[in-house]
């Protein structure tokens, strides 16, 4: 079993990449403990008993406060309102990553006297009725630049999604250029000789996080990849894919 120093722990936030403003980040990941204990014959009830209930899921991150590279202006807009956030081990295709739809409900900056100016911020999981939660996924792309259309990142194979699950991509855009239009695509190998579009991100024009409609199973195919199919200028994106 593979172990890793936490050296490069990646942070998505919306349309901003935090990771390297961070030196700590945290994502408790939980579901409420319900208590369902109930008498019993004497003698015979000696401990509770619970089940799961509600899943919840937050982002606790920490580091070294920016004034002018896009950090403060970023979290400080983003209060209250509901933000598209993935975090893994390194941001490396093929790596798990974890997104969710969350809202930043605390930020907190300034220090003491002398002493690097800290800030830390907790969000939380959001976004109504349908919030699915936290979506166990893989890097399809990692953060970096595209300048044409075409396969961008690396194919991975996801599985086949069950009847009763769904498939759910994220597009992280730092920069639009112009404008980007992608699309997420499966087909039931790696050559995708034949393959089949399950979500459309754009056209898009301005940074930010965007969470594609969620795509209902059975889907046979197994192969999965991120696609620019309409791009002006040169953009900055990662995507994230997952079934649940």
């Known amino acids: 079993m593979e172990t890793f120093a936490a050296n490069n722990i990646t942070t998505w936030f919306g349309g901003y990449d935090m990771t390297t403003d961070l030196s700590q980040t945290t994502m408790p990941l939980e579901r409420e403990a319900l208590d369902s204990t109930v ?3 004497v003698g015979q009830r000696t ?10 899921a937050s982002s606790q ?8 590279e896009g950090l403060d202006e970023t979290v400080f807009a983003a209060l209250g309102g509901v933000q598209v956030i ?4 390194d941001g490396a295709e093929g790596s798990p990553a974890y997104s969710y739809r969350a ?3 605390s930020y907190q900056l300034f220090g003491d006297v002398g002493q690097l100016v800290p800030f830390s911020l907790t969000a939380q999981g959001a976004k109504g009725n349908g919030n699915p ?4 996924g893989v890097v399809l792309k990692t953060l970096g630049e595209v300048d044409a259309t075409g396969a961008a990142g690396t194919p991975f194979e996801l599985g086949e999604v069950a009847s009763g699950q769904h498939l759910y991509a994220a597009l992280h855009v730092t920069d639009p250029g112009t404008t980007i239009t992608a699309v997420l695509e499966s087909d039931e190998d790696d050559d995708f000789a034949s393959a089949t579009t399950r979500a459309t991100f754009g056209p898009i024009t301005v940074a930010g996080g965007y969470w594609a409609t969620r795509v209902a199973g059975p889907i046979t195919d197994e192969w999965y990849r ?3 199919t309409a791009l ?5 994106i990662a995507c994230v894919a997952g079934i649940k």
Do not use: N, Y
Request: glycine residues 12%; without cysteine.
């Open 86 to 89: 993935t975090h893994s081990h």
């Open 103 to 105: 809202s930043t409900f």
């Open 133 to 136: 939660g936290v979506i166990r």
């Open 232 to 236: 002006t200028g040169t953009a900055d």
């Open 39 to 41: 008498f019993g014959p």
């Open 61 to 68: 991150v920490a580091g070294f406060w920016q004034a002018d």
């Open 226 to 228: 991120l696609r620019v």
């Open 47 to 56: 401990a509770r008993s619970r089940k799961a209930g509600l899943e919840d």
